[in-house]
């Protein structure tokens, strides 16, 4: 291949082609159209205030240049020499050799998902897909494959962040001549969809996971809990799972050593609740999905009563890995306590979403400007939500935090699954938090009364807040409930369900008052606390809004000002967003 | 399909070729679905029937994770860098056959690149280097 | 009541500064209980496991940042526990606040009203405002057994009635349906529960902390009776209500008020006062006639199995109508009295027996079923017994009469149908009919009777007891279950031998619903457990012990019976007047 590739970014905010044109003119001018051709191209991967070339097929990434830079980039380039604007903007926390020193984001769960095709055993094999079952079937004894994963240091990605390697042992520990593997693919967090995308487009790379997690507790059936909703992956991890049979590289005698190993599919029916763990077993079981009490924990009596392992799919998909390159390379990677990458569903407001995997460590600046583009339309950050349904509310203040479990619990968030929402100037946080609470009080199993009843409860004061019936007690009425639901809940839902409340509480106090007090929601979302109205000195009288009114609610003449009937009213703020001359008021 | 053996999967990867000097493969995740990706999918069958293309591989994959401008695809043809487009619609799915592949243009448009696409491939060098 | 289990080894733990030393595997619960610190807990009952959905029994431990359940966690050697303080106190009173916010106000108008766990709790927590918005779920009641009362809105979500359904009695009529704060509790399916598998055992109304289900109350019914000057009421105590009614009056559990309660039903006016007892005797005549039948004549047709268990005569005919050709076909005693009272004692004192009222005290909910459960219950012409009342709803009765039970002077039971011997009484406790069984069998066989009296290997509390009673050389195997759950273990065995075409593993089958037998009925005073259970099984053997007479047939008023009216055991009068038929019943009706 002797063709250059000029790939070619200019900012938005920047006047666009310019460096398009100038790679372009150079290319005409020194008639190098068979050595070279500039594309223009949308850069991912890192915000740039500045153009960005990126050459192909050495792969260079230039940034900071200049318009009369252009000629010498392009002569170097087809000289094979390299010129001096080299962007080094990889992520300083992924320490291993294999990184891309030119991408925040390191795949490791993700390495295959989009690159083969999910139908086929070769393409997994190809990539060294079961190298590590081979590995540790004919060369590794149980115990140090436990070793290896906890040298590994990698911790469950469900949410709790408890260290797989310790989690394994004790399983491993437990007397019982039949213990059982269970992957959690009960992905229920609103927004979230990591291992889905696993499943879907890595099947292999799970069951690999799980039949090397039952090489080293000493199981010999697996089960997969997988979401109904999810009819594509469950497709694919059953043509995976026939695939790996008729290779013999799962069932009985796994490549021809004595171990045998084999995994079934069960579909949950959609209940959130079941991706606890000890709801997950009940569900499994056949039972109504209600977790029970720990201990004793699943390791020591859970399927059947027998000594059962969950993970979930993410922490799965991680083991191949370890095994392959050794627990000591994958703790190269992350932070002191957090190893390894998390997988993040990136939504909300922002201008590229998407599932970015990324070394633990990393900052929420580098995934929401960096990886993702920063916010859509040039709106102002306010925060992103992590941990879904459970988590909590990232200020911009943290924004560049670093991202590991223990910074983020220690910030009133949880990391939970990788549900990562952004949101921007324009989200209410009384009213994002309806959101949040109206999921756990649907998904609420209804066992234990703190949860059944608090979450409810929250729910009622927060819509009242919103109808503008707060009250300033009600806060410490949301307070109390919150205390009562943490500490008294049986199961982890109902523990978690305040936290979005009680974070954003934290540190959008002013927002709840703005509300209760003032009567007001600056946001618009709260319909019954915004009004619109037409500001009568700046209104020209062009009739748009009212051409744009849903309900026709605005009249008025031709250059007069407007007037909006209240009483009709809907307030969409469709008046409001088309006005060029801000004469509507949101208030 | 014979059961493997210990040593095996070293000795198929040695032997293992994927015929044909090109390939398609087209994010097909249920995200990519929903975006439209089935769509694409056929036209790009179709274009390569009616133009009676066969060694190029058309391929279906998962989610890449790049949700905003599905359905996405990639497309590796011999001589060329692999190319990587997204938002792609039946249109551009049919152009990308015609121009891109046939006459290796590189489309004007929606070409997207993302340095991670290639960081995937190495985890396991060693494996792929074969 | 501390269940605390001898698991050999003893641990200590510190409760509230205060070393205690206690078997390993006790929950915190039990172990705070030992130093008599009580723990508030709305959902765990002494006699289940935890269900650990209240929440209020949260209690500190040492070390341990999360606040823990003590209903289900067990006590560890060295932990550090408190139960009570500022902190335990405001979580506690949070949760039932928000309890009491989705339950209805009505505690006045409500059976449980001064007996209710919920009431007593938030007394003694001191509720004195709702600060919550109350959010009380509007759901239909469900009368349709006209036994148990199902009232979803009252539901505080414990699961201590679906426990029992499910795992003690293994009936599966009562399911939690919906999720989230729409969770109620109610028969698999949202069908009303005469239409779904429940047998009316009314474990759950004994076990609900409050009136969500509770007995069909039909107290009001029987004063209206009373009241009428047409009628001639009359009354039976069934055997297990003399050792349980005193303890709605604060006696000792086991204590037996048999003479007080015939003075009190004197005072409230029936005629007479008749014992169930009379009829237990009865029935050990004709069931133990019908066994020595088969023994003898037809060994093939055996085992039999005793039928004076309404629940377990509903659940055979639901879960096991393969089986029905091994039930005896004696009536229940109640049954037996009720048309012996309308037709024998009414010819005997001459009353037209469409005025006879009969009303039956019996520790069950089964009962109310069981007076309408076939025509067969229609023997004498008319319903044989009228009305069934729980021994609870009785001693509401008697609370409403003004008279003060405990000072009343013990009479004597009107004889025509009272006279009873120990053989009648312990039909109160599990096991107790097979002993009686066993005590007139063996002499009908042999034609004398067994040189000691007491049949231990058929007493106590293990589920399935089993044994063999040598019957002159004839060795005749006997098996008796309480608790359906464990009954479905034992008809499994004999359904699996009948499949597999191999000899009956059994002679003689004894089955009680009720896990302990009547003395811990459905009907029976609340918070029953073990120990309860033990107290008021005491109390019958006590009064088999105290009897003259202990065979049901050496019973002068039986002998007299047979003599005037009935002729002999399993005669024509006797089939159309004591015993029954079964039908094959579905499990859903819908």
């Known amino acids: 291949m002797d063709k250059k590739y000029f790939f070619v970014w200019e900012p938005e905010k920047l006047k666009q082609n310019q460096m398009y044109n100038a790679f372009s003119k150079v290319i005409n001018e020194k008639n190098l159209q068979e050595k070279a051709e500039v594309i223009k191209s949308l850069f991912l991967g890192l915000t740039a205030d500045t153009p960005v070339v990126k050459i192909m097929p050495e792969g260079n990434i230039y940034k900071g240049f200049a318009e009369s830079d252009v000629e010498t980039i392009i002569d170097n380039a087809l000289n094979g020499k390299t010129s001096k604007f080299t962007c080094e903007c990889g992520n300083k926390n992924s320490k291993v050799p294999e990184a891309d020193p030119q991408s925040k984001q390191f795949k490791i769960v993700l390495r295959n998902a989009g690159y083969i095709n999910p139908e086929s055993i070769e393409d997994y094999i190809m990539r060294g897909g079961y190298s590590a079952v081979e590995k540790a079937v004919f060369s590794m004894t149980p115990d140090s494959l436990i070793a290896e994963v906890k040298a590994s240091g990698l911790r469950g990605r469900g949410g709790a962040g408890f260290p797989t390697g310790l989690k394994w042992e004790l399983t491993r520990r437990e007397k019982d001549p039949v213990k059982y593997v269970i992957c959690n693919a009960d992905e229920g967090d609103p927004g979230a969809y990591m291992d889905r995308s696993i499943m879907e487009g890595d099947p292999h790379n799970l069951i690999e996971g799980m039949i090397l997690g039952g090489y080293a507790i000493g199981s010999s059936q697996g089960f997969i809990y997988i979401r109904a909703e999810y009819p594509l992956a469950i497709e694919r991890l059953e043509k995976a799972l026939t695939a790996a049979r008729e290779k013999g590289l799962l069932g009985k005698n796994i490549l021809g050593s004595d171990f045998s190993f084999d995994i079934e599919l069960r579909w949950g029916a959609g209940a959130f609740v079941c991706g606890e763990e000890t709801a997950l077993i009940a569900s499994v079981e056949g039972k109504r999905g209600n977790p029970r009490p720990r201990p004793p924990f699943p390791s020591v009596s859970g399927l059947w009563n027998k000594p059962t392992f969950i993970n979930n799919v993410e922490t799965w998909a991680n083991i191949p890995v370890i095994v392959e390159k050794g627990g000591a390379w994958f703790a190269t990677i992350g932070t002191e306590k957090s190893k390894g990458t998390k997988v993040f569903a990136v939504t909300g407001k922002v201008k590229n979403p998407g599932l970015v995997e990324v070394p633990m460590g990393t900052t929420i600046r580098e995934i929401v400007f960096d990886i993702c583009g920063g916010i859509n339309n040039g709106k102002k950050y306010k925060a992103v939500q992590t941990g879904g349904p459970s988590g909590g509310v990232i200020p911009e203040k943290f924004l560049d935090m670093q991202v590991d479990y223990e910074t983020l619990q220690s910030i009133g968030s949880i990391m939970g699954s990788g549900g990562l929402i952004v949101m921007d100037e324009d989200d209410c946080m009384v009213d994002v938090n309806k959101f949040y609470l109206q999921f756990s009080v649907d998904e609420s199993c209804g066992k234990c009364a703190p949860c059944r009843i608090g979450g409810k409860q929250i729910l009622e004061i927060l819509e009242k807040i919103t109808k503008g019936n707060g009250e300033e007690k009600d806060v410490e009425k949301i307070k109390s409930i919150a205390m009562a639901m943490q500490k008294a809940s049986l199961c982890a839902l109902g523990q978690t369900t305040p936290n979005p409340v009680m974070s954003s509480l934290m540190y959008f106090e002013d927002e709840y008052m703005q509300h209760i007090k003032g009567k007001k929601c600056s946001t618009g979302k709260c319909k019954d606390l915004v009004s619109y109205t037409i500001i009568s000195d700046k209104c020209i009288g062009c009739g748009l809004c009212a051409q744009r009114c849903p309900v026709t609610c605005i009249s008025g003449e031709k250059r007069k000002p407007y007037l909006i009937d209240q009483s009709k009213c809907i307030k969409c703020g469709e008046c409001y967003a088309v006005c060029k001359f801000n004469a509507v008021s949101r208030g | 399909m014979a059961k493997m053996a210990k040593g095996d999967l070293e000795k198929f990867r040695k032997n293992y070729k994927k015929s044909g000097n090109g390939e398609i493969m087209i994010s097909m995740g249920t995200c990519g679905i929903a975006a439209g990706a089935l769509d694409v999918y056929k036209e790009m069958e179709e274009t390569l029937k009616a133009n009676g293309i066969n060694n190029i591989t058309l391929g279906k994959t998962g989610c890449l994770g790049m949700c905003f401008c599905e359905p996405n695809l990639s497309v590796k043809v011999e001589g060329m860098p692999e190319i990587f487009y997204g938002n792609v619609d039946k249109t551009m799915a049919h152009s990308i056959i015609t121009e891109h592949v046939m006459k290796k243009h590189i489309l004007k448009s929606n070409v997207i690149f993302m340095p991670s696409k290639d960081t995937g491939r190495n985890i396991f060098k060693a494996a792929e280097a074969k | ?590």
């Open chain 3, 1 to 590: 009541m501390i269940q605390e289990i001898n698991t050999g080894k003893m641990i200590d733990v510190v409760i509230n500064g205060e070393k205690v030393s206690i078997y390993e595997g006790t929950t915190i619960l039990d172990a705070a209980r030992k130093v008599n610190v009580k723990i508030p807990t709305l959902c765990k009952h002494p006699d289940l496991d935890a269900t650990a959905s209240c929440g209020i029994c949260v209690v500190k431990v040492k070390n341990n940042r999360k606040l823990l359940r003590a209903c289900c966690t067990k006590a560890e050697p060295g932990m550090e526990i408190t139960t009570h303080d500022g902190e335990l106190f405001e979580v506690r009173k949070n949760v039932l606040d928000l309890i009491l916010a989705t339950h209805p106000n009505e505690c006045l108008t409500c059976l449980r009203n001064r007996n209710c766990e919920l009431q007593t709790l938030a007394e003694e927590f001191g509720i004195r405002q709702q600060p919550y918005k109350a959010m009380v779920k509007e759901l239909p009641k469900d009368v349709s057994t006209k036994a148990v009362t199902l009232d979803p809105r009252k539901c505080i979500g414990c699961g201590r009635c679906v426990d029992v359904c499910q795992n003690i009695q293994k009936v599966h009529a009562l399911e939690f349906l919906d999720r989230g704060f729409d969770t109620r509790m109610a028969p698999a399916g949202d069908i009303v529960l005469k239409e779904s598998p429940c047998i009316k055992c009314g474990q759950c109304s004994a076990h609900c902390p409050v009136g969500a289900l509770v007995e069909f109350d039909e107290v009001s019914n029987v004063w209206e009776a009373l009241r009428n000057p047409e009628l001639h009421c009359v009354a039976q105590i069934a055997p297990a209500v003399r050792v349980a009614f005193g303890e709605g009056f604060g006696m000792e559990p086991g204590e037996l008020v048999t003479g007080k309660m015939y003075a009190l039903l004197r005072k409230l006016g029936f005629k007479a006062a008749f014992d169930t007892n009379f009829a237990a005797d009865l029935t050990i005549m004709e069931e133990g006639s019908e066994f020595v039948k088969k023994l003898t004549t037809e060994p093939k047709s055996l085992p039999l199995i005793t039928s004076c268990c309404p629940a377990w005569v509903d659940f055979l005919e639901k879960y096991y109508p393969d089986l029905i050709e091994h039930f005896s076909t004696c009536k229940s005693p109640h049954e037996m009295l009720g048309a012996l009272a309308k037709t024998y004692y009414a010819q005997k004192i001459g009353v037209d027996p469409s005025k006879v009222f009969v009303v039956s005290i019996m520790p069950c909910t089964a009962k109310k079923y069981e007076v309408q459960r076939s025509e067969d219950m229609k023997s004498s012409g008319y319903q044989d017994v009228d009305i069934s009342l729980t021994t609870r709803e009785f001693v509401r009765m008697t609370k409403s009469s003004g008279i003060d039970f405990k000072s009343l002077k013990p009479e004597n039971v009107d004889s025509m149908l009272g006279t009873y011997t120990g053989a009648g009484t312990i039909f109160g406790a599990t096991g107790g009919v097979m002993e009686a069984a066993i005590r007139t069998a063996y002499f009908l066989v042999t034609g004398k009777n067994l040189g000691t009296l007491d049949v231990e290997a058929v007493r106590g509390l293990k589920g399935i007891k089993t044994g063999v009673v040598d019957v002159q050389g004839t060795k005749v195997r006997v098996a008796v279950a309480h608790g359906t759950g464990n009954v479905r273990t034992l008809m499994d065995e004999l359904r699996e031998a009948k499949a597999q075409g191999k000899p009956m593993p059994y002679d003689f089958i004894e089955v009680m619903a009720c896990e302990g037998g009547c003395i811990a009925g459905g009907g029976q005073p609340y918070m029953v457990s073990n120990e309860l259970r033990r107290q008021r099984t005491a109390g019958i053997y006590k009064d088999d012990k105290e009897c003259a007479i202990r065979v049901s047939h050496e019973n002068p008023d039986i002998k007299r019976l047979y003599d005037e009216f009935l002729e002999k055991p399993l005669s024509h009068k006797s089939h159309k007047l004591l015993h029954t038929h079964y039908v094959s019943r579905p499990l859903y009706y819908k």
